[in-house]
């Protein structure tokens, strides 16, 4: 039993003009959730039954054994992953015999450090009396935070919790933290004797969600098949769990409209209107591009369908097969040739998560800040699988080590620290890399490997049948009026040779302009203006430049050979 739990900076604390708020939140008894209310989670509810139940439940036998067991258990991951839930189960299968305190690390932190101090004693003071105990502490991250300069204040608290952690080695207390921004979180914390343990709670896989779509629906009166269940809830990339109950209560409240029992078209209406928890941060909106909006680039199509979406989908089929899926693929090719485009009808048509990132994006004037933008980006990505981390403009992000005396050292340690993350220890399993550039040569060999950005695919300029599926889907959005469709489609074709798609669009759109030059009130756009166009728009991809991108395609197919 710890003497005294009033730590060594807070020895005399003076008086303050107004009452202090120090009421600590006790975790009420008819708050009943149990462990078998909680799906998707045994890896996390047992490692929590083996540090807390196990303990309190054999107190005489961990006694015997002259080792105290961990003091500190940190919860991390996304909100909604199910922290707080594990949480009150655990309490609830204590029951009485221990006594629970839970508290918000926003509630305790104070303007005044003195304020902070006195909330932290009453706690410990109460836990260490009514003991055995649990503290928990609910974004804890609000009370310590990880800051390069933290004031005086700040490293108060952390000293006044250092002493806690200390004092409570040999007690029976326990202190259980949560939070959803673990590097947040002061480092001096998350080392033994403070923070022993870390559990992390991912967002959860797709035999998770079928676990935990079961678990919720198995209360709810519905007419939903178990084989159907089983289809949505695996095809709720990135939903947490307090995302798929959402979508549920949705469902449940659309259907008391009805028929009162939840309906397979209730369910999926519900899941297309709650936005993944994990991707509420990264997430960008893109527009509904699809592969039918882009004219030609058949090959290219069907190369990406092969290294991007087979893999994502069928992760099984390359696992029985003893292959391992590509974890980058790299679209190079002249300028306006729809490398983007291509990014983005590839995350509609897969329904994938799609996060797109402009390279000098992840560039900061602070030091270290930038790899840590790196480190950020793939565990956001690995959390939001199946998902596509798409690096537009990739040579400014990967640009060749020692090729430029005035090449910037951040640019060397973000490629270092991406090189880091594509071969780390901990697998990219459900994650896929599609980078685009105009110069593949800028960019450092050792990202463009087997077992990094493996795949290289050549974009290049449209022929003549892609310019051609181009200008048709193209005109179709516009009031465009031709004598003869084919034959003017015809003579287009052959006189945009050497375009690039977005020029070939262009054309189209300074043909409607010149239409509106010639009458204001114009409501059809001809073929005459498309050649008044003509007359004045030159293909800017220099032949240097096509040969350029041939010869680095030749040289790429030699190596693959």
Known sequence: MVKNMTPRSQKS?????????????????????????????????????????????????VRNLGITPPTGILLFGFPGTGKTLSVRAIRNELGSDVHFIKTDGGDIF?????????????????????????V????????????????????????????????LQNTEVVI???????????????????????????????????????????KANHEISSDLIEKLAQTAYSFTGADLMLACRKAALNAVKGNCKITENELRTALKTVKPSAMREIMLEVPPIYWSDIGGM?????????????????????????????????????????KTMVGK?????????????????????????????????????KQASPAIIFFDEIDALAAERGGNENASAVGDRVLAQLLTEMDGIESLDGVIIVAATNRPDKIDKALLRRGRIGTIIYVPLPDAITRSEILRIKIKQMPVEFESNNLNIDEIVKRTEGFS??????????????????????????????????????ARTSSDMIEYYENYNCKNIQVEE
């Open 501 to 538: 798609g977005a020029e070939v669009i262009a054309l189209c759109e300074e043909a409607a302009l010149a239409a509106l030059e010639e009458d204001i009130d114009s409501k059809i756009v001809c073929f005459r203006h498309f050649i008044k166009v003509l007359q004045s728009m030159v």
């Open 345 to 381: 009808a590839l995350a509609t048509e897969s329904k994938f998560n799609f996060i797109s990132i402009k390279g000098p994006e992840l560039f900061s004037k602070w030091v270290g800040e930038s790899e840590r933008a790196v480190r950020e980006l793939f565990r956001k990505a």
């Open 176 to 218: 259980v933290a949560a939070t959803n921004k673990i590097d947040s979180v002061d480092t001096s914390l998350r080392r033994p004797g403070r923070f022993d343990v870390e559990i992390e709670f991912t967002v959860p896989l797709a035999k998770e969600r079928v676990e935990i779509m079961n678990t919720i629906l198995s």
């Open 136 to 167: 928990f502490i609910d974004d804890i991250d609000l009370l310590c935070s990880n800051k390069r300069n933290a004031t005086e204040q700040e490293k108060r608290i952390l000293s006044c919790l250092f002493s806690y952690f200390d004092n």
């Open 298 to 338: 058949h090959e290219v199509k069907a190369k990406l369908r092969q290294a991007v979406v087979m893999p994502l989908t069928h992760p099984e089929a390359f696992k029985r097969m003893g292959i391992a899926p590509p974890k980058g693929i790299l679209l190079y090719g002249p300028p306006g040739c729809s």
């Open 110 to 134: 104070s303007k005044s450090s003195l304020e902070t101090e006195k909330k932290l004693a009453l706690i410990f003071t109460e836990a260490v009396k009514k003991c055995p105990s649990v």
């Open 13 to 61: 604390t003076p008086k303050c003009g107004k009452e202090l708020d120090t009421s600590v939140e006790c975790i009420k008894a008819e708050d009943t959730v149990t462990f078998t209310d909680i799906g998707g989670l045994k890896r996390q509810l047992q490692q929590l039954q083996d540090l807390i139940i196990l303990r309190f439940k054999n107190r005489e036998s």
